[in-house]
């Protein structure tokens, strides 16, 4: 055994050395007395055994795993030789108060302790034990032929570092390695990693890592144990099989006794021996000896957090040609040593003819896409600008041009890169932007459940050139409630073919269940439903029990159909396909990266404090989880040939064994797994296909038998009943009963996840906004922008802010701000583009000239689309005004409406104007206009009809006299005014000479 230690020496410490010798001694005199004297102070941790000296280590035996294995079964450390500290164990041997007031049995998170030391794992060598020799080693090698070029196939090294996160110095810092039995159960993939550290029965010894650690003070280490050697101290691995390790760390806190301060732990899959670690031949299990390798199907996640900003329709106001950005995120993650970089470059050099030049890794991988991250991605290749401040659609950019500049160029390869792997594999679209489809379901509206149901696949295929899978929805929690699943099922089932000129005709209740092949497939955790009849799911879907090629498939059987879709006429299918993906695995991969966080699939029984481990041990649980299905199926198989029997499912005990159980690796959609640990990932199952422990199993292939008859009924049920989180009825509201089954399915959801009420409440108010907008957009924008371009942005602004990424482990709180954000911004660009078309104010007093004068109004559009409007004006009594129906406002323009009006006084008036929606929601401001008109009513038509019948009178009362011979005074009058009027035309004819000049 090897290791790297630090020793800082000093006469402190040798006191300090001293000191705990003498209590010791006198702890081991008298064991009553720890309890009362010297435990108290040691009870901030677990005690265990003190360091062995060298001498006492040179003189120990080699302990066989049973002799282990009894050392250290009650107090679960181990004792060396003669020297103990009298902090483990009484004299009689049953454990001290000290002990059994450390961690509780079965939890090995100390919570509410102080914590002295914190241990890290840094790297696990090889992180995959096998016979490279055995399997061919590397593509192209001959099987069988030389060693492995390190020479050191049969011993695990561990490296790590130990940090004082403490309040005291802690000296005798030493670690030790140790091993749990080997996992036989599916749970156990998760369970045995909160086991506490007395069930890690195989250990080695402790060795020094300091004399001293001082506040804040760190020391690296390194670990190394044989796999399986007689003649030394080793980890006693016989068989493959996967096995948990744990690192224990000692140390004595000042004013304390010596106690464990922390350890960690991580699961070591041994795909096959070396051939130095095999102690008999019957022990070895070499080569490809299962007759039947596991089918397997993996999702690979391509996916981001929603980085576009809210707020932005198609064609900018301000800036169309560019998009806007939350952050800088993306395009960071995108260059060079950026996540999504190095995620698509480990598929790339994975799937390379160097890597797997048989195909097989290819075959069994698909791609799984969020068609949220193509759209950002393609829109930044045009560029992009980053928002100062997300929250409003009109802030300014922080970016800078240099960085635009970089991250275009950096979208445009990574775009390259994508659509040349998707060429060479399969594609599936997730729904658009993770969302979370229970959120779409209780916002209830249809342009939203088409855009993150059914439109992704024509985005993924549009963007990257491809034929993705279709008929596949993948809910982002993994698991599905019965309301949301027949919500999916409308969104995406076929309508039905009706005669042209035909009425729908009712649905007949006696008619046969539809078709099972239209209704789409769901890919769900194994552990969120329940197998109805005689066949009941245990654990597992990998399960080798399952033994056929529809071990992980069902048939969901639904409740009642929702009364939509009784009104949409559509049929609804007796029952829809279910794949089942494994949830032990998809758990530990959602631990991967570096956001790890629990899915809410997994039971309470099987959750820890995942934050605790570290990255490195983290990525060993998921390389272990993906590996434990594929062994055991091994196992059992080699079990059946061996005996003789039925086994995992052989035929008339002939030792032929039926298809072994196919296996569906998931990881989270979320997941943010680096490049060195997708390549880890991605090589394991090169490795298993190489071994023969796995065989690819196309994706297609896994949905062709999921909607096949004869896969086992199921009902939906809660992986965590009765939790007391949040539960979700069918109807999707909050009622904390936790049933389970049928329309009261009780649906455990965290409500630090889930999406608020008040946030669904908010998106539908700017639902209904959206569709007065819809409607009012009348035709293509000056630059040919359609409708649907324009308005689509703000639709599926919505879908981002119901996002599920980041909604679980450290990263909730930021979500829940993020989509408050987007809500935010996406609410004050619908109020500024309401705005946007309005009646232009008049500058000063309107005077009409008559009674009859039309009305003129100017309207303005500052939208980049031409929108439908109408007038609402609100005027006094004895105004008429015409109202038209519509006028059409161009875009980017100004429209002068000419309204009729009819105005029977003359006086100065007040006429309030606003524009309408064709929805009549009113939009814009509402103006007042000063109105003057010159109209005087009804005076002038009464003095014309007075002076008109005065004329006709005296008209007629004058031909009235004249016909009776009667002498009328008018005549008098004008034989008085004859002479002059005489007089005056003989002035004119002949004028005087003044009037010559």
Not at 303 to 329: F, H, I, N
Not at 383 to 411: N, Y
Not at 857 to 863: F, H, T, W
Not at 897 to 902: D, L, T
């Amino acid at each position: 055994m090897r290791i790297r230690t630090t020793r800082p020496s000093g006469f402190v410490h040798g006191v300090r050395r001293a000191a705990v010798a003498v209590a010791a001694v006198s702890l081991a005199c008298a064991p009553a007395a720890l309890a009362v004297g010297v435990a108290a102070p040691a009870a901030h941790a677990e005690p265990v055994t003190a360091a062995p000296t060298p001498a006492t280590e040179a003189a120990t035996p080699t302990t066989s795993p049973a002799r282990t294995a009894a050392a250290t079964e009650t107090t679960g450390v181990e004792t060396t030789g003669v020297e103990t500290t009298g902090v483990e164990t009484s004299a009689t041997g049953s454990p001290t108060t000290a002990a059994a007031e450390g961690t509780p049995p079965g939890d090995s998170r100390r919570t509410g302790m102080p914590r002295f030391l914190s241990l890290t794992i840094t790297t696990v060598t090889p992180e995959v034990v096998s016979d490279d020799r055995s399997t061919g080693g590397a593509a192209g090698d001959a099987p069988g032929e030389g060693p492995r070029p390190d020479g050191r196939e049969d011993t695990v090294t561990v490296t790590g570092t130990v940090r004082n996160v403490g309040d005291r110095d802690v000296s005798d810092v030493e670690v030790r390695l140790q091993r749990a039995p080997r996992i036989d159960a599916a749970e156990e993939v998760r369970s045995v990693l909160s086991l506490d550290q007395s069930s890690y029965g195989t250990v080695g010894l402790f060795h020094p890592v300091a004399e001293s650690l001082s506040q804040g003070e760190s020391v690296d280490f390194t670990l190394s144990l044989p796999l399986n050697d007689p003649a030394t101290r080793s980890l006693e691995i016989a068989e493959p099989g996967v096995y948990p390790l744990l690192v224990n760390v000692n140390g004595t806190p000042d004013y304390g006794g010596r106690a464990r301060l922390d350890d960690a732990r991580f699961l070591l899959p041994v795909l096959s021996l070396p051939a130095g670690a095999t102690p008999t031949a019957t022990a070895r299990q070499q080569g490809p000896v299962a007759p039947s390798p596991v089918p397997v199907t993996m999702l690979y996640p391509l996916t981001a957090a929603p980085e576009l900003a809210a707020g932005q329709p198609g064609p900018a106001l301000d800036s169309p040609a560019a998009v806007r950005l939350v952050d800088d995120s993306l395009p960071r993650s995108l260059a060079a040593g950026g996540r999504l970089h190095g995620v698509l470059a480990a598929a790339r050099e994975a799937l390379g003819p160097a890597a797997d030049p048989r195909g097989a890794l290819g075959a069994g991988l698909c791609l799984a896409i969020d068609p949220d991250l193509l759209v950002t991605v393609d829109a930044m290749t045009r560029g992009f600008e980053v928002s100062k401040d997300p929250a409003d659609p009109d802030s300014d950019a922080s970016s800078t041009d240099d960085a635009e500049s970089e991250g275009q160029t950096a979208a445009a390869a990574w775009l390259k890169d994508l659509r040349e792997l998707a060429a060479q594999t399969c594609t599936v679209a997730l729904p658009y932007a993770q969302a979370d489809l229970d959120a779409v379901r209780d916002l209830a509206s249809p342009h939203i459940t088409a855009s993150a149901l059914a439109a992704p696949a024509d985005i993924v295929d549009g963007i990257l050139g491809v034929k993705s899978v279709r008929d596949l929805v993948w809910p982002s929690t993994g698991q599905v409630a019965p309301a949301t699943l027949a919500t999916v099922t409308q969104a995406l089932a076929p309508a039905p073919e009706e005669p042209a000129g035909a009425a729908p005709a009712p649905p007949d209740p006696a008619a046969p269940p539809a078709d099972q092949s239209a209704a789409p497939t769901v890919l769900i955790a194994d552990n969120t439903v329940e197998t109805t009849g005689a066949a009941r799911m245990t654990g597992s879907g990998s399960s080798p029990s399952a033994g056929s090629d529809t071990a992980n498939v069902v048939h969901i059987t639904t409740a009642e159909a929702p009364d939509e879709a009784a009104a949409t006429g559509h049929p609804v299918p007796a029952s829809n396909p279910a794949l089942l993906f494994d949830m032990p695995t998809s758990a530990a991969l959602a631990a991967v990266g570096t956001r790890p966080s629990t899915p809410a699939f997994v039971p309470e029984d099987l959750r820890f404090k995942i934050a605790d481990d570290s990255r490195t041990a983290r990525l060993q649980d998921a390389m272990g989880a993906v590996a434990w299905p594929l062994l055991e199926a091994r196992r059992s198989a080699v079990s059946a040939l061996r005996t003789g029997g039925s086994g995992n499912g052989s035929a008339g005990g002939s030792g032929a064994t039926a298809p072994t159980a196919p296996l569906v690796v998931a990881p989270p959609q979320d997941w943010t797994a680096g490049h060195d640990e997708a390549s880890a990932l991605l090589g394991l199952l090169q490795r298993a296909y190489q071994d023969g422990l796995a065989a690819p199993r196309p994706l297609s292939t896994a949905l062709a038998a999921a909607g096949a008859p004869g896969a086992p009924s199921a009902e939906l049920t809660d992986p965590n009943p009765g939790g007391g989180i949040a539960e979700a009825g069918a109807d999707g509201s909050k009622s904390g009963t936790g049933a389970t089954g049928g329309a009261g399915f009780g649906f455990t959801w965290n409500t630090g996840r889930s999406v608020s009420d008040s946030l669904i409440e908010s998106l539908r108010g700017q639902l209904a906004r959206l569709g007065t907008l819809r409607g009012m957009l009348a035709g293509n924008g000056p630059d040919g922008e359609t409708p649907e371009h324009y308005i689509t942005p703000l639709y599926r602004d919505v879908l981002r802010a119901v996002s599920t990424w980041g909604r679980g482990g450290t990263g909730t709180s930021d979500a829940r701000a993020a989509a408050e954000d987007r809500t935010a911004a996406l609410t004050a660009s619908l109020t500024d583009q309401f705005d946007a078309v309005t009646v232009v104010a008049p500058g000063s007093v309107y005077t009409l000239a008559s009674s009859q004068s039309p009305l003129l109004v100017v309207a303005k559009n500052d939208l980049a689309m031409p929108v439908n409007a109408s007038l609402r004006i609100r005027a006094p009594e004895g105004v008429q005004i015409g109202q038209a129906d519509d006028y059409v406002i161009p875009a980017r323009g100004s429209r002068q409406i000419q309204v009729p009006a009819q105005i029977e006084f003359s006086r100065q008036m007040d006429l309030r104007v606003q524009l309408l929606a064709p929805d009549s929601t009113p939009i814009g401001e509402q103006i007042h206009i000063s109105l003057h008109s010159n109209a005087y009513g009804m005076v002038i038509p009464v003095l014309t009809g007075i002076s008109g019948a005065l004329l006709l009178f005296l008209a007629g009362r004058r031909g009235w006299h004249r016909l009776r011979g009667q002498h009328d005074r008018a005549d008098d009058r004008a034989s008085e005014r004859g002479p002059v009027l005489e007089q005056y035309r003989r002035d004119e004819a002949h004028p005087g000479p003044e009037d010559e000049g």
